[in-house]
């Protein structure tokens, strides 16, 4: 394979610029460095540590986001893109970010007494509780007699 | 190469520039604009993956830390590579299309194909191998597991219902993944078709080998991220 060099305002006539072949070889030498990496990485001892634990983890993912970027800049070509085109690739990522805000909804499950979550078994399988038709204050007096429905184990 | 001369401006667009685009940048940067809308798509429909498998892993994290152990860290870093390497021969194919050199561009895509091939075939040896220990989607998942018990003691205080979370996730993943490398081998072959056949299409406008060129580089990218999550982390 020949090693072109860079050909500006190629013999096609458009006016994309072509990329030296030692461009995409570098980005991919980068990346199989990144990978070793983190395999050899992975092979370290944790043990118990939470702290080495944590550390680990943060390493391979960010050793893995820079394996990311490298090949969404330089293989996909966005790093030489027009901004809508880098615009477009960065709020796909950022809406991945975004995502896990709604992590909250699953850390705070422990503030509140969420059976379903806790034990694991969906909430559907587990035993209802007594029904009380007026807990608390109600905003409207309660005009007629609501019937309790008979409950799963007769409580 | 036959050119039409653009109305008024005197400059002349070449032939496979449509008539609502100014020029070929335009046009260029409007399929781009195009294959990237459709890759965010892709990102929504991993991304979802990812936070279920997040939201497991920190909920039942010591029980996952014990699972990822059954998985094989070398076969998994030899499929990364795999791929990187095909992402790598579809980019010099891509910039192979830009030069407009038929040859070169069926010898990387034929090189792409191969690493995707081999990529599949180290998948399947990774399934089976867990198949044929009992480890399956569906009822007859087999826990406590005998097989892996031996290797990794640890196994026996994970309780059945994390396990097959664990897997569900892992099968889910990766064989979505696989599907998705699947669609690249067919794409990716009918692109090669199309040049090999000197189809106007391809050999006159480099973009649709851009295109086919920046979905493989997501299927790459989606394993960049699940090898680590997988494979690596826990340890």
Redesign the interface.
């Known amino acids: 394979m020949s090693m072109n060099a860079a050909t500006h305002e190629s013999h096609n006539g458009s006016s994309h610029h072509v990329h030296p072949q030692s461009m995409y070889f570098k980005a991919f030498i980068v990346l199989f460095v990144l990978m070793v990496g983190t395999v050899l990485a992975s092979y370290l001892p944790v043990g118990d540590s939470a702290i080495a634990s944590f550390a680990m983890n943060v390493l391979a993912l960010t050793i893995a986001c820079l394996k990311a970027i490298t090949v969404i800049l330089y293989f996909m070509g966005v790093k030489f893109s027009t901004r809508l085109t880098q615009m477009y690739a960065a709020c796909g990522f950022l809406w991945f970010t975004l995502m896990f805000i709604t992590f909250c909804d699953y850390m705070t499950r422990s503030w509140e007494p969420t059976p379903g979550w806790e034990s694991g078994i969906p909430a559907n399988a587990l035993p209802r509780g007594p029904y009380l038709p007026n807990q608390g204050e109600t905003m409207l007096p309660n005009l007629r007699e609501v019937p309790t429905p008979p409950t799963r184990d007769g409580r | 190469m036959a050119s039409i001369p653009a109305q008024g401006h005197g400059n002349v667009k ?1 032939a496979h520039v449509h008539t609502q685009f100014e ?3 335009q046009q ?2 409007s399929y ?2 195009g294959m ?2 459709f ?2 798509t892709e ?2 429909f991993f ?2 993956l ?2 279920s498998y ?2 497991y892993r ?2 039942y994290q010591a029980d996952f ?1 014990v699972l990822h152990e059954m998985l094989d ?1 070398v076969m998994g ?1 030899v499929n ?2 795999v791929l ?2 095909s ?2 021969a ?3 194919a891509v ?1 192979g299309a ?3 050199k038929k040859k ?1 561009v069926l ?1 990387w895509l034929t090189v792409t194909q191969l690493c995707a091939v081999t990529f599949l075939v180290i998948k399947y040896f990774e399934w089976t191998k867990k198949f044929k220990a009992g480890i399956v989607l569906g009822p007859s998942f087999v826990w406590p597991n005998p097989t892996y018990l031996e290797e990794i003691p640890a196994l026996a205080k994970v309780p059945e ?1 994390h396990a097959q979370l664990f897997y569900s996730l892992y099968f889910g993943m990766t064989g979505l993944h696989a599907i998705h490398v699947i669609v690249g081998i067919i794409v990716i072959g009918v692109l090669m078709i199309m040049w090999w056949k000197n189809n106007r299409l391809v050999t006159e406008d ?1 973009i649709p080998t ?1 295109m086919v ?2 979905y493989w ?2 299927v ?2 989606v394993w ?2 699940l ?3 997988f ?5």
Not at chain 2, 231 to 235: S, V
């Open positions: 070449p020029n070929e940048e260029n940067e781009i604009v990237w809308s890759l965010v990102v929504m991304g979802a990812f936070f997040a939201l920190w909920k830390y860290r870093a990364t590579s990187l390497f992402s790598l579809v980019a010099l910039r830009q030069l407009k070169t010898a219902g480099y851009e060129g920046l580089h997501f790459d990218l960049i991220f090898f680590p999550l494979y690596l982390i826990p340890r």
